[in-house]
């Protein structure tokens, strides 16, 4: 079973979009508590680890900083492997190229590690009684932490495909279950992902904290997109309505973080902050990134109407252009038959009208379908090769050559009428009663491709002042256009007019 592309594309725009807020929210968070209250949290911690080995700490060189470049390094390193190396490696193979790149990410985490660790825990530095003890120790163990990182991002990349593969079951096999459907099971795996990353990160009350914040991030997409967004556009100040229902989400979203954390946590300080901060990234980035979404999608479901209404029109087109064919070809057959009832009374004008009535069922009933199987549609050329040989049968100066295979795969099927107007055209201008004349037509099949091949002698007809004389017939015209609607890139047409003989050579990709 494969991952559906539809599904790996949606699913990573909005997992783009949620890790990318989720950092955000944390990085706001994290400076939020170092730089409002610095003599709280981790940092007291380390300062106190500073003073015990009287070593002057310094909050923003010893912890502010190396922090902040540790997890922005995270941050890049992790979007790039999981959104453009991984991907290529998955769609290639694996390959020596492959490792070259992740060696690099992986060294870069690891002296990210090292170098902000010399500032972190610099106090090793006398704790250990030697510096050189005290390198080996933060090389050793930020070697393991790197390689635990690495053990967190395939624990990672197994849960995602592993619910890429669910959603693309349910894709094809449609639960009944509302909630396995694609978009509850797309925001469900995002949040146990977010959660993963979390827990690798965080300690069980902040990603309680996180785990608190991302239903209502997600709560506020659904009721964002699907109801605030699409009420709002009803009310003629719409975007001070849209802003009354999100800051009204935000105060309750302040309300619920702030009971949960605080009550479960009993954090009253973190609780508070986390949901001040919540709803300030609600109304400040969420809300006004929802709206610029919702837009954006509205405008490719407009592009795809307007693609649906071309479509439509290329559909009436090539129905309008048949109603041209079918009386063409209608009025040449009768007037045969005319033709062959004033000249001859004999089995062969009964054998014509047989043929005629053929091809006009053929019209009314097989010439209406997208396509036809394609012994049906070389019989009727058969039939319209027939009655013209009969119109000719008198004349000695005419050669007449078709080759057409009689055994064809029932499988194989071509779109109707899309043969026939170049013969027809053949016969039209490449027959002359008072002048030498030929047509040879060679049809040949290759698997799934059709060769078609055409030469007939052309005519001065300037002494008939026909008004046609250097033109090939409507038919022609017709049968260039439904090629390129019906058979875009799965047709070669080569048309060759020499000063004695006019060449057709069609080469066509059936199905």
Known sequence: MHISPTIKSRFTQIEFWGLTSVFSIGLLFFTWQSLGSPDSGEGRALQREFSEWGIQFGYYKHYFIPVVLRFLTY??????????????IIENGFTWNSLLLILPGFSIILGMNVASDFYLHAYLMKSLGNEDKAVAYIWQSNLIYSLWLCFAFATYTLVKYGGLLLLSYFEIHTPKVAYLRQTPLITWLMIVLIGLVLSFFSNPAISLLWLTILPVLSVFYYLGYYRFIPFALT???????????????SILSWMFIAAIVMGIANREYPGMLAAVSTSFFLAIIAAPALWVWFHYQQKRKENVQVLEQKLGQSTAQLDHLRTQINPHFLFNALNTVYGLALTEKADSTADAIEKISEMMRFMLRENQEASIPLHKDLEYLSNYISIQKMRLAHSHDIDLQFDIPESIDPALSIAPMILIPFVENAFKHGISLQSPSFIRLVITLEENQLFFTLQNSTHDRHWLNDPEEK?????????QQRLALLY????????KELPDQYKVALTLLLQ
């Not at 941050?75 to 290529?88: A, G, I, Q, S, T």
């Not at 009310?235 to 989400?249: D, E, G, H, Q, S």
């Open 471 to 479: 033109n090939h017939g409507i038919g022609l015209q017709n049968v």
């Open 235 to 249: 009310k003629k100040r719409t975007k001070l309505v849209y802003a009354f229902l999100v800051i009204a989400y």
């Open 488 to 495: 875009p890139q799965k047709h070669i047409l080569e048309a």
């Open 75 to 88: 941050f890049v390193c992790f979007m790039y492997l999981n959104f453009r190396l991984l991907p290529n």
